[in-house]
């Protein structure tokens, strides 16, 4: 673990590692049309992250569970612009045809497993929703081994499955696969993750998360060894044709887990968003400012909190780029309004997506419901941090320009203390008298010509709205 204290700091690993030149067979996020966002969601992940917690087995999200979450998310968010439910891990994915058409849960009729994919689908097109897979084209656990990959003279998936006799150059051998991965050197393999994307197109969907891409690069988690790992260059031909065919067949990308090597040289090319922090797991802000604040690490999780991980990787991120995703946000976790805004405000500020998790009622409600807030996202916002030295305060001023020509500035305080924030406006290339509006308070606040300076509460944050003065 290196700590880090400078704004030259970068998570790079040896350059001899791509010896793929990264430029081909990528398409420039900027070159992917319609794709210029963040999303806003719903993730099933905090339901099946207490079951598992609770030691339930199998998990499971019954179909009862998929009614009562439509509905929440029909009349809750979605008038916010909320428009899509999130599968995650944890239960059961299954398929017929070489790739999942059923994910868990329980038919109230009669108790026996019925987990259709167009099911869901069908009951969220009737409330105008969508809905968004966590699968990788890197998993073959759920496939029907005797399957043929579409677009081979018969090559069956199973044949993509690591050989022993064979596939001699995995890093670590003596591991066993956590999961069944694609050989992406095998016959079928190209095929079958365009017959990945393409099946889900088909059905409707068109947002995937694909998880523990690092485990598939390398087999490593922190410094633990926890799969076999299939080396650099399978894992950048893999991430390859994500590139392709995720934009041959109109599907939204989301990199979980990545090691983002060589400052994410290949991620950045085949994802729209990427993942760049440890789980959020049960929430609250030690995890999201706090744990191991400071500490960068050469391979996955680069760090452990969001803001650091914001901070540090917004070198990635920009309009017609890649976008930072710092994961799920679970709102009841947070000890006040002040942390609540914050958690919310700050992957808006950096143009990530904000995605909740359980079911907020009342006043934690109304944090996901905040229409001038919510306007970053649907303008297509993406600030940067006047430093990404993560001890600097300048790490917590984050600005950039809206397609109106107004500026968004926020100030926020990870400290235990009410703290003085303030940024003078020419050191974000403005001048002249501007209108300031405060987006939580929904208060004009007159005019500034020279510097936005305030006294933001512990763990709290201030995002103004600047518009040019007559």
Sequence with gaps: MTGCNSNDWDVTSDLSVDKIDPTVGFIPVAEKAGMDYAPLYWSIYGVLRKQELDCSFPNIFTEDDWDKAIEYVDTNLKPYGYDMLVTDGFASMSGDNGYMTRYSHIRKDDNSPEAQLSDVLAKLKAKGLKLGIYDSPFWLYYSNGDAIIPGTDGIKVSSLRYDPTKDKEVLHPEKNDYFWWVNTDHPGAEQYFEGFFKHYADLGVHFIRIDFLSWYEDGMNYTDVVDKGYGRERYVKGMQWICKYAQKYGVYVSLVMPHLKNNGIIEKFAGNIVRIDADCLEGGWFRFSENGRGNLRVGWPNSETAFDGFVNWSKLSGRRKIRLDG??????????DNEKQSV???????????????????????????????????????????????????????????????????????????????????????????????????????????????????????????????
């Design 327 to 336: 994961d799920f946000i679970r709102i009841g976790s947070y000890a006040n």
């Design 344 to 470: 919310i405000s700050l992957p808006l500020m950096a143009g990530g997506p904000v995605a909740i998790t359980n079911m907020p009622t009342g006043h934690d409600l109304t944090f996901f419901q905040n229409a001038e807030i919510l306007a970053l996202q649907k303008d297509g916002f993406v600030g940067q941090p006047l430093s990404r030295d993560l001890w600097n305060t300048d790490g917590e001023i984050w600005y950039s320009q809206m397609k109106d020509g107004s500026w968004i500035v926020g100030l926020s305080n990870r400290s235990e203390a009410m703290a003085l924030r303030s940024v003078e406006l020419s050191k974000i290339g403005l001048n002249g008298k501007w209108q300031m509006r405060d987006l939580w308070k929904y208060a004009d606040e007159g005019t500034v010509s020279e510097k936005i300076e305030a006294e933001v509460l512990s763990h709290g944050c201030k995002i103004v709205k600047l518009t040019k003065a007559n």
